[in-house]
DNA sequence: GAAATGGCGTAATGAGCATTGCACGTGAAG
DNA sequence: CTTCACGTGCAATGCTCATTACGCCATTTC
């Protein structure tokens, strides 16, 4: 019995974090309310939370679930070239198009709106996903200075500087809602030009 | 009448915008109660909707009043010196001095959370502030060019890129509330000069 | 000093929703 | 077929405020 149950429970499981999802999504956090999530997904009230615990909880599990390093496609990038140009203009627009999607934007919204008002929540959502994606991008700066590249400045300041370009970009859509001017896509390899020769990398 | 009238309504105006300032500030805007800010002002609820209207118009009251447009720091770094490389660095300097403090921070974070949830105060605001701050630094690298100096970009590629890095430092900030790192002023200086170098300014 | 204007204080009003409790029905196991 | 467990559905239960209504007091004007 308890692998199925398992089972029926994980399917409950999805379909409310889908559900909620798309409500996060389309209402925003506070505006949804459990009645809607179990109204769309099915199930009832009380299984939320036996589930989750309350809505933090629910919260939590959509946004865990669905927020995803972007180690990926740092390694895309590097899989692509081993030239450093090649890898970093690969890698902004990459990130360009996974952020800068209508449903990631207003995901971000969500997750920004309780970063704001909950410390914890900000930190452990930072430390799972942000964090590694510095990481890895550190990581592969010092590859090329051990490479005996010669760059302008260190690992750590060429990894904040890329980042604040470019998940910058995210918040600053995710906040001003498109009030703000975008860059071209010519516009934005020639900011990633901009800071490969900063670095000393063209 | 009139005259009297006016200065004790100011007064009152007055008392009642920097309570909540300083509840916003202190707990955010949701977790204020306007209880709480008759409390801590004097007068009564009745006034505030006299004067408000609502909530809301209390919220854009305080936002609208505390916040200013940088194109002042964005003037006093061109008054001090006429040479690129200085008046950056000195701007730089002075937006994260000005940007960086707790209290504006949570300001920062009252403005964001209300932007994300609320489209037309989120352009309200940007109209207000960053819009001004963006023509200024344009209008900026546009007299450079002017003046004969070669740049590796459009000047509105160069404005999208510093502004990039120095506010989407505010916006980091304010939202993984210390959790990402920061840069120390040396890293600062030295984030500057890669973007000098890379705009060809240096 | 009397009248009027308008702010003050308090006490409703009422909506919105998270959260909880309970009685029912449907699935699986013997 | 029966039984038991567990999700389900519904219907309270509160609670927290924003918002409004109203009678009182102070200040100003004549």
Redesign the interface.
């Known amino acids: 019995m308890a692998e199925y149950e398992c089972g029926r429970l994980d399917k409950r499981r999805d379909a409310i974090i889908a559900a909620a999802r798309d409500l996060f999504i389309k209402n925003?956090y506070?505006?949804t309310t459990l009645g809607q999530v179990v109204e769309q997904a099915g199930g009832s009230l009380a299984t939320i939370y036996k589930l989750f615990e309350n809505k933090d909880g629910l919260l939590s599990a959509v946004v865990f679930e669905s927020a995803a390093s972007s180690e990926l496609l740092i390694q895309k990038a590097v899989a692509g070239s081993s030239d450093p140009a090649t890898i970093l203009h690969r890698l902004a627009r990459d990130l360009r198009d996974s952020f800068l999607s209508n449903e990631v934007l207003a995901l971000v919204?969500v997750v920004?709106?309780r970063?704001?008002?909950d410390?914890d929540f900000?930190?452990r959502f930072?430390?799972k996903t942000?964090?590694s994606t510095?990481t890895s991008l550190q990581d592969l700066f010092e590859h090329w200075q051990r490479e005996g590249r010669t760059m302008?400045?260190?690992p750590?300041?060429?990894t904040?500087?890329f980042l604040?370009?470019f998940?910058?970009?995210t918040?600053?859509e995710?906040?001003?809602?498109g009030?703000?001017?975008q860059?071209s896509p010519e516009?934005l390899d020639?900011?990633t030009?901009?800071?490969?020769?900063?670095?000393?990398l063209l």
């Open positions: 925003g506070e505006r919204r920004i709106a970063s704001v008002s410390v900000a930190r930072y430390e942000a964090s510095r302008s400045s260190t750590f300041v060429l904040e500087t604040s370009m998940l910058g970009d918040h600053k995710a906040i001003t809602h009030a703000a001017p860059l516009e020639a900011r030009d901009l800071f490969l020769r900063g670095a000393g």
